[in-house]
C-alpha cells in the first residue's frame, strides 16, 4: 500500500481552463503516474461518466472507475486539480476535479456526495473497520463495507 493517498505531485493547479476530457486524461494520468491505476483506468472513468455524471455540485467533479473495472487499480490514490478557468462538464461550471482510486472502495456507491470527504481517506486506505464503524450513503443507501 502507498505510504500517502496524496502527494504534492498530485496536486496541480493551472491558470487556464480545460475541455471536460483533458481534465478526465489528467486525474487518469496522475494516478497512473503515482503507481495507483494502469493505463485502462481512464476508459474506466469513461465508462462511468458514460452511466452517470461524476459531477457534485459546487464545482466539484469526481472521476473514478466502474465495479466492472476495478482490475485497473493497483493501489488507492486521490488526484487534485484545480483549473482556474474552469471545465464545462456537460452543461455544468467545475473548477476542482479529485481523481479516485479506491483499492477497498465500497461498490455501488457513487453519489455520496459531502459524505464522502470525512470518509474518503479511511475508505482508500483500508482503514474502516467496519466492527466498529458503520457509514450509510445518504443518497444511495448503500453501506460501506
Not at 502527494?7 to 480545460?18: D, M, Y
Not at 487499480?73 to 455544468?92: E, K, M, T
Not at 482510486?101 to 467496519?130: M, N, Q, Y
Request: charged share 20%.
Amino acid at each position: 500500500m502507498a505510504q500517502s493517498v496524496l502527494t504534492i505531485e498530485q496536486i496541480r493547479i493551472h491558470p487556464g481552463s480545460a475541455t471536460k476530457d483533458e481534465a478526465m486524461r489528467e486525474a487518469a494520468q496522475i494516478l497512473q503516474d503515482a503507481g495507483a491505476v494502469t493505463a485502462a483506468y481512464y476508459d474506466a472513468m469513461l465508462q462511468r461518466e458514460e452511466a452517470v455524471s461524476t459531477y457534485m455540485g459546487n464545482e466539484l467533479a469526481i472521476p473514478h472507475g466502474t465495479n466492472e473495472t476495478k482490475d485497473a487499480i493497483l493501489d488507492s490514490a486521490l488526484s487534485f486539480v484545480r483549473y482556474d478557468g474552469g471545465i464545462d462538464w456537460d452543461g455544468q461550471d467545475v473548477t476542482f476535479v479529485v481523481g479516485i482510486a479506491g483499492k477497498w472502495f465500497p461498490t455501488g456507491a457513487h453519489k455520496v456526495g459531502p459524505a464522502i470527504s470525512c470518509l474518503l481517506p479511511e475508505l482508500v486506505t483500508g482503514r474502516f473497520d467496519p466492527l466498529t464503524k458503520k457509514a450509510v450513503w445518504p443518497s444511495t443507501g448503500n453501506y460501506c463495507r
